[in-house]
Structures are given as C-alpha cells and as structure tokens.
C-alpha cells in the first residue's frame, strides 16, 4: 500500500499528510478550503476535488477532521467517502468522534463492503509534526495490519484495540489521567506558593524523581508565567472528563477523584477560561 | 571537607555511606544495632561508638533514621549529636521528620555554635543505592554550600530550600502530587477493566505520551499482578497526604482533589492496606 | 371546575384520584391496565376506554405515569390525549420527565390550542395519599391558577414556576440536596458507628436540632436496622443527582460536594443495591 | 440537688443560668470580668470571687467558657475549681473542648475524689434562652443521673453518652452533618440560580417537604440576602469538619463528602469569610 487518500488539512492533518509524503507515500489531498492544499501541493501532494473522488482513487483514505459533524459530513455528504466505498476499499478516520458517529461511519462503510478504523490520537502539533503520536486504532483487523507502516511513520506508538469504540473508550481514560494530572499539579503548585516555597523548586524537584513527566515540564512553567495560550482547549479537556465520568456512570465505576478534578475544570470555565489552554485550571485552584 | 561520619546504617542509610566511601571520602559510622556496621567496615568505613563519639571526630556528621522519634534520640540521646557540637561543626539530618523534631534540633544545634540542615530525599531503596535521589535541603546556607559535593554523589539532584522546615514541606507537596497520580493511575485502570478494555495497552499508551512517569511505568504491571509487596508503605503515604492537607488547612489552600484522594487512601486503610505497597490504593478504587 | 381527566392509576395516581374524588370532584379515569380502575370506580370515578376519550369529556385533563415514554405514549399514541386538544382544553402531567419530553408535549398541544402544565410532584406514596405533596408545577399560568383549587387538594405546597422546563430543573435541585443530606447521614452513622458512639443516640441528637427533618427521622432507624425496602430506588435517585450535576455542567456550576455524594451512590450501584432504597448508599459509605 | 455554682457568664452561660434561676435553683456565680454578673445579680444570683470559691459553696457547679484554655484556667488556675473538689463534689463543663483536655480535667477531677462529666451543647444563643439546647454530656453517671433535673431545664434533650470523650465525638459528628447540609444548600442555592430559578422558591419547596428543617428555614433568607453576620463563625464550623475528618482519619473512616465539603469551607476562608456566619461558605460555593 503506498498510495493514500488525506482529507482534512488542519493543523494536525497537515502534519501528517507531510510526514507521509516524506516517507516516500504517494498523497491524494482534499480540504474544505481549498487553500490549506497550496503548501502540500509543494511538497508533492496531488489534489482531489471532493471526498469521494480522493477515495475512488486510493485503496485506503485517512481523514483527520475537528469534530462528529465534520466527520459525519466527510463520509455522508455529497460525493462523499461513503459514495466511493466498495469491497476492498478501506478508510481511517483520526479524527476524535463520540462513539455513535464512530460506529455509524463504520456501518455504513462495511455495508458497502468497505473496511473501517477509528484512529484518535493522543497528541497535538508538535507530536504530529514529529510523527510521534500514539494512535489508538479499532476497527478491522486487516485493515489496521496493512496500514501499520504507514501509522508508524505518523505515530510512535500504535495500538490496536479492538471494536469499533474501543480506541474512543482508550482516548477518554488516557485523559481522564491527563485531567487528574493537571489538576495534582496545580493544587501541589498552589500550596507550595502559599507555603512561601519556590514554585521553580518545585518544578525542579518533579522533574528529576519517579513522577517526572513531560506534561509537567511543558505546561508547569508557562502557568508560572501565567501563559495559557491555548494547545489543547480547557472547554475540551472538561468535555473529556465529562464523557469519562459519563463511561463510569454508565459502568458503575466510582471515580471520585476524577469527579473532583472536574469540578475544578468547572470553577475554571466559571471563570472564562474555556478557550484557554487546559492548564489555565490552575486559575481556579489557585484563586 | 572530605571526611563525614554518618549515624543510621538502615536500608537507606547503608547505601548512601556505602556511595560516599566508593566517592574516596572517609567515613564514621555508627549505627544502633552495630552488627549493621560491619559491611560498611568491610569496604573501608570506620566505626564510632557513639553519636557523639562519631560527631567529635569529623567536621561534618550526617544521619538517616527512620523516624521523629530516633532523629531526636541521635542529637539529644547520651553521648549524642549535641554534645559534640560546637563552632565550626555542621549536622546534617536526612531523616523525614516534622517541622517541631527538624526547628527543635536546629535551635540547639545552633545554640551551641554549630550548623544545621534538615535534608530530606525523595526516592527509596533503588536511587539510594544509585545516587540518584532527590536531596530537599534547608537551614544554614554555608553549610549546604560546603557539603553540596557530598550531596551530589547521593543525589542526582540537591536543592536549597531556604529556613528549616521549607525541606519537610517540599516533600509533602511532593508526596502530594504522588499520592494524586497514584489514584489517577488506579482510577483509569479500574476504569479501563470494566469498560473491556486491556489495562496492559493502557499502560502502554500511558508510557508513551506525555503523561508517561517512572511511577506509572513501576507500578503500574505490580499492581495488575496483584503484587502490593511495599516499597513504601500505604499508611506513610496517607499519613503525607493527611499532613499535606493540614498544612493546605493552615494556610487556607483549598485541594479538593487531593482530599477526595486521601479519602481514597483511607478506604484502602480500612480495607487492611496500611502496611502493602501504597500502590494498593488500588485495592479501594477498583473494589 | 368541577370535572377532571385521571389518566394513569398507578400508585402514586390512584391515590390522587382517589383525593379528588374525596373533595367532592367528578373523576373520568383511565388506565392501561384496566383492573386498576376498579377500586376507583368503586369510590365513584366513572371510567373512560382511552386517553383521548377521557380528554375529550373533560375541560382539564390530569395524568401521572411512571416515566418520558409513557408520558409521550398517552400523549401521542392511539387515540391520545393530543386528539382531544383543542382550544379552552387544558392538559396537566405529574409525570416525572426529562425536559425535552416535557417541551415536545407542550408544543403539541399548544400547537392545536390548548393549555399545558408540567407538575412534578416531591414526596412518595404516603404524601399522595395524604395529599401532602409538593407540586412543581411550570407552564401555562392561566391554566395554573384554573386548577389550582385542585392541586390544592392534592398538596400541601403548590408552586408556579415559568415555563415549562422549569418544574423539571427544580425537581433536580430538590433532589440535589436530598441526595447530598442521605450520604451525610450515611457518613455520621458510619463515623459514630466506628467512634464507639450509639447511632441510636446520633439520630435522637439529630431530632432535637436545628438539623431535624423527616428524611432522617424516617429513614434513619430502617438503614440502622438493615432495611433497604425501597420507597425511592436508589438508581432513581444516583440518576437524579447525574442530571443535576449535568445541569451544572452545562451552566459552568462547580458543584464539588455532590459530585462527591454522587460517587457514593455509584460505588452503592457497585455494590448490587441498584433496586434497593436510595438509603442503601449506606452500604457503600459504611463498608 | 438545689443549688448550682456557675462559672462563665459569656451570651451562652448567662442565658443558662438565668434559666436556673428562672426555675427556682439558687444559682452562685462568677466570671472573669466582673461586670458580667450584675444583671445575674439583678434576677437573683449570689456572687462569688473565684472559681474555688463559688466550687466550695455548692456541691456541684457548672462551667460555660469559650475555649479549651479557658476551660483549663478555670479547672487549674489560681484558686480554681480543683482546689475545691473532693468526695462528693460534681463539676460539669459545657464548653466545647478537645477531648484531651477534657480528660485532664476529668482525671484530676476523680484524683481528688470529685466527679466530672464534660456536656458540650448543640445549639447557639437562641436555643440557649429558651432551654432549648441539645446536652451531649459523657462521664460518671451518677453525677449525670442527680444533674438531670436542672439540665432539662437548659435543654429539650439530655444524652448520657458514656465514658469523657464521647460528649466531644458526639458534638463533632453532628456538626459533620451540619457543615454538608449547609454545603448543599449552598450548591442547590447556587445551581438553582445560574438555571434561572427562584431561590425563594427553592426554599419554598424544601421547607414543605421531607427534607424541611430548621437549618435551611433559618440561614436560606440570611444568605439570599448577603446577611452573613455570624451566630456561629465559619472558622469554627471548619474547624469541626477538620476535626471530625481527623477522627475519620484515624479510625480509617472515609468520609468523602465531608471532605469536599470542608475543602468548600476552606475556599471560603480564603475568601476572607473567617469571623462570618458559617453559611457565607455560599460566597465561596457560589463564586
């Protein structure tokens, strides 16, 4: 396999659909606005004018959308994904998609005769660009066995894990942690700064023992300086631990530490800060 | 300064003498039980009768026992600490006490004309052994600025806190943020199991972003094997969270997270836990 | 207005039915069960063979059934209350439902010109015999203060609200606090249980204080005695607090403390007591 | 028994013993500042120099002070009440205290032949002048069983709880459930509000209902209004959540709810809310 269809040149697309390139794929790219195409185009991507004629001309199409409707729209619109679909066909969807949209794309496409995985990654830019995300695959089996090289030059880690919902279940619980993280983090910097200890220290001290991390080292000196230039959106990040405390709720799993995290990630959207970086919770801790 | 004595030849104690004798310095040691000197001895150490006998012989004296209790005995027993010091004299203490046992060693340290540092360390058996510990040092400047090479073959990395007390309540916030991620940990493992998913692949998801941490990648296949062997022991990590809270209490710092945590802890006290690993919180969460 | 509709004679409705024939009202039932209409008819409700015909003998009609799917059944099913709509009619739904439920019905009989009021009531089968319940009612305030005369008979309290939707949300408030006052009681008793104190003698306490209130007196000496025999299932009440933490959620209200109680009453569901009454959290926070 | 000693004449211990008086006890008092006994004197009450000697003229005396050092003062101090205690001399102490000073009061009591009983009240000014109080007394029995008849003059109910520290516990416990109540108010207040909902009307519904009791009557319209002048200071009102966690914490009870609802108290501290009523933790909970 070594032609793929790309559809969706944001941030993360781009990023990706370069890396393939430069791994030595041939690309076929689409996006809504045609612009975001030119700088691909530059670096050897062909251009498609819709979905589908991307996916009738590729054995397999990737797409890497903002959110559901989006991704609802790539494979149900006109000439879309699902119009080009037929046996032997095969589609990955990266983009993070609540598990009905998951499994409605993934009905359709097999009713078609079609293969489907859903692939969210965990990452943002400056992973994609250095194509070491960890992909979190479901889906058809075979599919994901022949696409793997092509995951690996965008991931550095990939894993398959099952059914269809399975990767979007795998995605809630890693940032379940990742909330919970922030928030330990935020408290510890919060209590350091009231007790007249050196919150710098503090940093320095977690960066060198067992809970050394890189979310800490990235994100604990920008809140520091009070930067909380959005990577990845506190609305979102809330919305996640919602959706995991949702999983829980569903299962009977007690998650009270998560439930109070969230509520942290409330008092911070209570005070403006949905559009800011997730880390902007320590605004709240530390009010 | 190249010669030290050293009080206290427990697991922690043992390695640390042992890093500096292998550092070519000269060492003194004294240990309670004084069967544990002998393997020290064996490598080149010499043997002191008493803590004082110890503190008289060397310009600087440092100590690692396991509690408030035996640090107060070592400065203020018969023939202890206190007795030999005096101008010019440093202690240097890397117990994990309360502030009271730490200021109350301090005053009559200083009182006789000697010098004084509380240093607790983050890290157990392994990075002693290794000289890979985290040193948290506070009191007299001078001091730590004399022994900091010494320090530096214990530790990968020593840090200047400021007046005593500033090291024990570093190492609070730091056992605060364990405590928290140990729960998120569990709290995503448990969650993992019963939404079907396989919490090997979480965990390796986990190793592989930026959330990946020593403490995950350690504990984390222990604790699917049900093994809880303590490396620290659960009642000690509760017992830091509970001091962590009471000092968040003094001085007003909410930590909602961090008390829904502890109470975490507290469940698995009462479910036996107090003397297994504090990774059996675990136990609790996913009961 | 001296003639009502009575659809729905479940528990909660036969008793009510029952009230208003009491005071002197003339009483049209119906129910999807027929043999529930007899002992009614026996107290003098005449009997109708379905919804709509019911609504069409009647200027207001009144129905209380057991959830969102029912509710929408006796609305827009065969011959439903909806057929009978009409301008000058008037439809009133006790039923517990969400408020998307609420506002389709609503729509629809405004729709053909009529009048509607959601009315959930607080309080279980002893108040509706009683007719002490709290009635919520929201909607059409013309019709409200129509039949207040009536609902008067059927509570001891009757509030207007505003439009519909508000009934339902202050339902949830209501049952915010009543799940949040349980787990406390649940936490006393396990505290003085495990303090040596008689939990008999903490509910006496209890009785004579600024604290007192029927929860505690009724529900107390059954969870001491072990008996959860539901009179509000526990899932009911875990669901409860979901939706209001969901609505929280929505309007950015950090509401840490229920989301705590909530936890309680998850690791209850854990625990098997899903059927049993809402005071089985007891189970869960004593184990 | 017909005559009683009564040391501390503050709001709550002159409202106490004017009550004695009231019903026919000869009553001998003192206070620390002086001025405080005249209006005593004016209604009857004989005067007495200190607390010894008001304790050598009666068989039993009272105490109502504010704090564990005052209740120490008067028991240890210059001719305090222990110089006069021997066989067949009763001394009650309604302050609230911790139990370790209470036990040191009781033990040298009983050292001298004298009995003890601690009584801490629940109840504030009000309940105070109308002999309303709820009395948790623990101790010798006997002193209990011939003090009955004049503390059922002070309160609608007397609970004899055991050995001394099963007053303090009880007291501690009950205002567990007293902090979380006040929290879900507060949460419900706030929920209710950001829905749009009247807050007057919410209180509406919970004084009819089964969760109807005095807490919420009284404080509700307080807080709706910003009246948060103190009848029971929040410091203090966190300080007994703190200490109720803390006797959780070693019987290894979790307490998950009271702990989110301290960490609400303690945001409220933050806030400034110190030496307000203990309902102006709404500030911090509706921030």
Redesign the interface.
Known sequence: MDRFGFLGLGIMGSAMARNLLRAGYEVIVWNRTPERCSPLAGVGARLGRTPGEVARACPVTLAMVADPSASGQLCFGDDGVLEAMGPGKGYVDFSTVDPETSRRIASAVRAKGGRFLEAPV??SRK?AEDGTL?I?AAGDRPLYDDVLPALEVLG??C?Y??DVG?GA??KL??N???G??M???C??M???R?????CD??L????????????FA?KGPKMLAGDFEPSFPLKHAQKDL?L?LA???R??????????????F??A??LGADDEDFSAVFRA?S?
Do not use: W
């Open positions: 965990s990452g992973p960890v979190l550095q880690k894993l894990l099952g399975a279940a795998m619980v890693v379940l942690v990742m919970e993280m928030v330990a983090l408290e510890a919060a209590l350091a009231r007790a007249g200890l050196s220290g503090l320095d001290v977690l960066s060198a023992g067992a809970l050394a991390n890189p979310l990235q919602r995991a999983l829980g709720d299962l009977a799993q007690p998650l009270p530490t998560a439930a109070a995290a969230n509520e942290c409330k008092a959207r209570a801790v009010a």
